[in-house]
């Protein structure tokens, strides 16, 4: 059974920074792209980043680039999202994804990918 787990999530103040992380188990995820989205209370859940495993390809969401790094260690089967400069519009829960299917490509749609994690509050004070 797949299974994400997320964690790092909390309160910080505005300009300051957290690092997330997402454990995955009962697959092995190096030839997987991996994803972290968001929503905020009211809000749909919106794609901020996404790892590929060929070249640890990267791609952002332009809300987050300069601000927002993701990557992964595969010996562990984790991916990171180092999140710099927060701004209080990046309040929301932070979820991380992995698809069913492997593959290199960069999915942005929230459709690409199949399993989830709980997901992990971050609140970004003024």
């Known amino acids: 059974q797949v299974q994400l787990v997320e964690s790092g999530g909390g309160l910080v103040q505005a300009g300051g920074s957290l690092r997330l992380s997402c454990a995955a188990s009962?697959?092995?995820?190096?030839?997987?792209?991996m994803g972290w989205f968001r929503q905020a209370p009211g809000e749909e859940r919106e794609f901020v980043a996404a790892?590929?495993?060929?070249?640890?390809?990267?791609v952002y969401a332009d809300f987050v680039k300069g601000r927002f790094t993701i990557s992964r260690d595969n010996a562990k089967n984790t991916v990171y999202l180092q999140m710099n400069s927060l701004k209080p519009e990046d309040t929301a829960v932070y979820y991380c994804?992995?698809?069913?299917?492997?593959?290199?490509?960069?999915?942005?749609?929230?459709?690409?990918?199949?399993?989830w994690g709980q997901g992990t509050q971050v609140t970004v004070s003024s």
């Open positions: 994804a992995a698809p069913k299917n492997p593959s290199p490509r960069l999915w942005r749609s929230i459709d690409e990918y199949d399993y």
């Open positions: 790892i590929s495993w060929i070249c640890y390809s990267t």
């Open positions: 009962g697959r092995t995820f190096s030839r997987y792209t």
